[in-house]
């Protein structure tokens, strides 16, 4: 007999729909899976024995054969149990077939035979055909947020059995936990002083222009990079449902019973590899860091640590906000639009501004100054030196001014941009520059000396002129952009030879 059931897998941040075919027939006992399965669907047959032995299941001692349609894509993970073991008890005569019409089923199967939960339920369940989507209890959250089918949560292979025949109940879904506490978003009142680093800051989020800041250690380069997610906006409900799902298909949770409604914070460690930047690993492509900055900040700490491979695999989605990641089988495009902020020493020790401080060789400063290619460099419209932190700030200096001051500002920027019909103004084309950012005769004066000084490349000029329609628009200015932006512009990009001298 022959019993068809749905349910879907995961491949990068999409769910793909499985229609899960298990035949079972005379014949020598054997299990067989087809239709392209990763090392993780082919094990399922191993599983789901154990799990029907377990919840006291006649597993049939018979030629059984599950194919999972369509037969030419790669299906990965272990997300498959439960719908094959859902077909086993129906081709085998153990639940008669009307009791899983309309039904999908996605989740893992223990040995002891529980049901547990898999990474991507969010795109998994908007891509079940079915009426009714059965999955893990503590899964039943993210399943549910899509408006996909109507959820029922199960605990264990023997509850759902029992509640399939209508001798049991659904679980209770079990309410969705955040993975700690949920804290509040870092607040910018608690950064003292650091003048530039603050107008930076609010200037990056207001234009998403991608900040680099340089400085030793101690000059509050994290500080002030953890608290740019709060003053970007809340992210839009297309932007919530994509980072919803890319977390989700990371296996990751965030706070809160719904989408994800803020800006993502991403900080990989120097020593992270090109894949878990990027993505791809797995059979199921798990999306990388890039993707699960998406829609927020991506921070590199101490940039200049980080090997070349690493730093050059950002170009791409840089360039495009997408990552292509290529498998034997796949190409997957996942979502990488993130604002990038790089923090470095401006050498090897740290004090490298400080003359007479630094302790490196000039080799020692040229090597490190080399690990950032040139093409990742211009990349960043905002770069900007910091110092440690006055002495008389940190002791007696008030507050500076709060996140929610701060956002209200980046936020009618935005607004103006908006109006323009501009997303954020770091995208602006050189057309778009020369229609919405029109200079007034002393701000092309300005950029004209510094470009005939040398001071200034013509790729550098539109970035310039990119941030200088920023600042603008936070000082609420009109439609041309006068020289106090441009020279505001020009304090927020210093000169690469001068922030890191072995450069020139
Ligand atoms: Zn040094």
Request: hydrophobic share 45%; charged share 20%; aromatic share 4%.
């Amino acid at each position: 007999m022959i019993a068809t059931i749905a349910s879907a897998s995961l491949l990068g941040v999409e769910g793909r729909p499985v229609c899960v075919e298990v035949h079972v027939g005379n014949g020598l006992p054997s299990f067989t899976v087809v239709g392209l399965p990763d090392a993780a669907c082919r094990e399922s047959r191993d599983r789901v024995r154990a799990a029907f032995l377990s919840s006291g299941l006649r597993f049939p001692s018979r030629r059984v054969t599950v194919n999972l349609a369509p037969s030419g894509e790669r299906k990965g993970g272990p997300g498959l149990d439960l719908p094959i073991a859902v077909g086993l008890l129906v081709a085998d005569g153990q639940l008669p077939p009307a009791a899983v019409a309309g039904c999908g089923f996605i989740g893992e199967l223990g040995l002891d035979g529980s049901v547990r939960p898999v990474p991507g339920m969010v795109p998994m369940a908007a891509a079940v055909q079915a009426a009714a989507l059965v999955v893990p209890s503590a899964a039943a959250g993210q399943a549910g947020l899509v408006g996909g089918p109507a959820v029922r949560a199960v605990d264990d292979l023997a509850g759902l059995v029992a509640a399939l025949s209508g001798r049991g109940r659904w679980a209770a879904p079990a309410r969705a936990r955040p993975p700690g506490p949920a804290r509040p978003e870092p607040d910018l009142a608690e950064v003292k002083g650091q003048r530039i680093g603050r107008w930076a800051l609010e200037v990056a989020a207001a234009g998403a222009h991608h900040l680099l800041l340089i400085g030793p250690p101690g000059a509050g380069k994290t500080m002030l990079a953890r608290r740019l997610p709060g003053l970007l906006p809340a992210l839009s409900p297309a932007e919530a449902l994509e980072a919803s799902r890319i977390h989700s298909a990371a296996g990751l949770g965030w706070p809160g019973g719904g989408l994800m409604t803020r800006p993502p914070f991403r900080a990989p460690h120097h020593g992270a590899s090109v894949t878990s930047l990027v993505g791809g690993g797995t059979a199921a492509m798990r999306p990388g860091e890039v993707s699960l900055a998406s829609g927020g900040v991506l921070f590199l700490d101490e940039m200049g640590e980080f090997p070349a491979s690493v730093l050059d695999a950002l170009r791409q989605p840089l360039e495009e906000g997408i990552v292509r990641v290529c498998r034997a089988r796949a190409t997957i495009a996942f979502p990488a639009r993130f604002l990038l902020v790089g923090a470095m020493n401006p050498c090897p020790c740290g004090e490298g501004y400080l003359p007479g401080s630094c302790r490196c060789s000039p080799a020692a400063r040229a090597r490190y100054a080399r690990r950032l290619s040139g093409p990742l460099l211009d990349r960043f419209d905002l770069r900007v030196p910091l110092g440690r932190p006055a002495v008389e700030d940190l002791l007696r200096g008030s507050p500076g001014e709060p996140t929610s001051v701060v956002a209200a500002r980046v936020l009618q920027a935005r607004e103006r941009a908006a109006a323009r019909g501009v997303k954020v103004n770091s995208s602006l084309s050189a057309g778009e520059l020369d229609r919405w950012a029109p200079l007034s005769t002393g701000a092309e004066s300005l950029l004209e000396r510094r470009l005939r000084a040398g001071l200034l490349s013509a790729r550098g000029l539109h970035r310039v002129r990119r941030v200088a329609r920023t600042v603008a628009d936070l000082a609420g200015a009109g439609e041309v952009v006068e020289v106090e932006h441009v020279a505001a512009a020009l304090e927020l990009r210093v000169g690469v030879s001068s922030i890191l001298p072995a450069v020139a």
